[in-house]
């Protein structure tokens, strides 16, 4: 017998991620940005101050995106005046990225506003629960051995 929809983990994760999208995208309309530019130019802020000057291929892996998207996206962030895309010397034919100094600043207020809204979604179930939960969701690779238990 299948599950009913409201008992449907799938079902349920969908309007969970719809509802965490709506809510990020309320406070990221404001400052001008989408959810994955938000993602790209924080990795990009957050690679920089880690004193790495990532190249699109290495951005996307960090952020876990498509790589012609990210290169689609990283265009629109750079006409946004956010971040610079300049030729690698060592690779004419990969950009490698930095944060302008608008990039710096919308960073960390976005950021911030995205951690606020994150504490208010996830506020009913305690982070060590959800983080541990949402790390294995993410990467089942890790810890899935047969001799880790899986709780």
Not at 28 to 35: A, D, E, R, S, V
């Amino acid at each position: 017998m299948p599950l009913s929809p409201g008992e449907s983990p799938g079902l349920l994760l969908w309007h969970a991620t719809l509802r965490w999208q709506r809510d990020l995208a309320a406070v990221l309309t404001p400052l001008g940005l989408t959810h994955v530019q938000f993602v790209l130019l924080a990795c990009t802020w957050w690679l920089n101050s880690q004193g790495e000057h990532p190249n699109q291929l290495t951005l996307a892996r960090q952020a876990g995106t498509d790589v012609k998207m990210t290169s689609q996206v990283l265009r629109t962030l750079e006409q946004k005046g956010l971040i610079e895309r300049d030729v690698d010397p060592a690779d004419t034919r990969a950009k490698r990225l930095r944060v302008t100094d608008a990039g710096a600043d919308l960073a960390p207020r976005a950021v911030a506003a995205v951690e606020l809204a994150d504490a208010r979604f996830f506020q009913p179930v305690p982070l060590a629960e959800a983080v541990p939960l949402l790390r294995r969701l993410a990467h089942p690779e890790a810890g899935t051995s047969p001799s880790t238990p899986r709780s």
